[in-house]
């Protein structure tokens, strides 16, 4: 087993100077860190950065987001994706104002009580924004301290999931809470990779149980991913002369909150006109389909030209200078850009394009 302090004290040392340079690491204020946690989770750093300053300087607090309300947090989300993420974080922000006087709360009990806080989330912002020693652990950090102390056993679950926390919390205690918590997790980006592992490039490649085994590809032990699941999906554009026709995607759904065409999955059996007739539209032309993936379903779309406005929905006309300024998800765009060039193909041709 690796000693606990010559293993802190030699990764606290690799961080000092192999950090990448990251902006809630130049100014780890609790709201910035706290919108940086909320915008990382299951995306890739490299989509965030060009979004990350955008975003502050739209929402600079939490009153700010607040006061916007949950449309704009999420339009100006498009293109992240996990949408409930954004809707998480205005939420909590509502809460900070209502509670906390505008601000991210500092204790424990209190930053877990926010929505859409679980322990990842409190123990990065407490113990980057706050100096407090507060354990996290995420994929990189399961992967870390599972190859270091070699843990055996599936660690999602049971005694290795457990064992993966208790390292986790006694380690952050044995230096700079701030600085320990991202080092982990940067050794697992940049060089405890899933595949691949950089073992000669790795400054606590001494320590490693996994490595001296020779079992660094056989750890961490992780659940079956799921298997996917195929799904066909119709999506309705119906043109009128104020935009094009968008509804607020339903809870517990696909992209839940966001504004998208009416679209309809496609049951066994069924084809895609009558699947669009029970989300109240008319389908006409077909104008091509896209694959699209969310999560573990493996979406095949087809888009058709229709009419019809749905009965009961959330519905708005957009036009396409406006849709900035809603949530208008990666997938309705795709569905919109089949639309272009059949706009083009009327001008050329001779006819009037649709309005």
Not at 28 to 40: D, H, T, Y
């Amino acid at each position: 087993m690796p000693e606990r302090d010559a293993l802190v004290a030699d990764l606290l040392a690799w961080f000092a100077g192999n950090a990448r340079d990251l902006p809630w690491r130049r100014d780890p204020s609790p709201w910035r860190v706290f919108v940086a946690e909320a915008m990382c989770q299951q995306t890739r750093i490299a989509a965030v950065l060009p979004r990350y300053a955008e975003f502050l300087a739209r929402f600079p607090d939490p009153a700010a987001m607040a006061e916007a309300g949950e449309d704009a947090v999420l339009a100006l989300w498009s293109g992240l994706g996990y949408y409930r993420r954004a809707r998480n974080l205005h939420a909590a922000a509502r809460t900070m104002v209502a509670d906390h006087g505008g601000r991210v709360p500092g204790t424990p009990g209190e930053i877990r009580a926010l929505p859409g806080v679980g322990d990842y989330t409190a123990g990065a912002v407490l113990s980057t924004a706050f100096g407090l020693p507060e354990p996290l652990v995420d994929g990189n950090v399961e992967r870390v301290l599972s190859r270091i102390f070699a843990v055996e056993g599936n660690v999602k679950r049971g005694a290795a999931r457990k064992a993966i926390r208790d390292l986790a919390a006694d380690l952050v205690t044995r230096g700079d809470p701030a600085a320990w918590n991202q080092a982990l997790m940067e050794l697992g980006a940049l060089v405890c990779l899933p595949r691949g592992a950089r073992c000669g490039d790795c400054p606590v490649a001494v320590h490693c149980g996994a490595r001296e085994a020779g079992r660094v590809d056989e750890l961490p032990e992780l659940p079956a991913k799921r298997e996917p699941v195929d799904v066909e999906l119709a999506i309705a554009i119906i043109d009128g002369p104020e935009g094009v026709l968008f509804l607020r995607a339903p809870e517990g759904g696909f992209l839940a909150g966001t504004w998208m065409p009416p679209f309809a999955r496609v049951e066994a059996g069924e084809t895609p006109a009558e699947a669009l007739r029970r989300a109240g539209a008319a389908a006409g032309r077909e104008l091509g389909s896209f694959r699209h993936t969310i999560t573990h379903h493996r979406i095949v779309a087809r888009v058709f030209e229709a009419s019809g406005v749905p009965d009961g929905a959330d519905v708005r006309w957009i036009r396409e200078q406006d849709r900035p300024d809603y949530a208008v998800s990666a997938m309705a765009a795709k569905a919109l850009n089949l639309q272009k060039p059949q706009r083009l193909l009327h001008t050329e041709s001779g006819q009037n394009a649709h309005p």
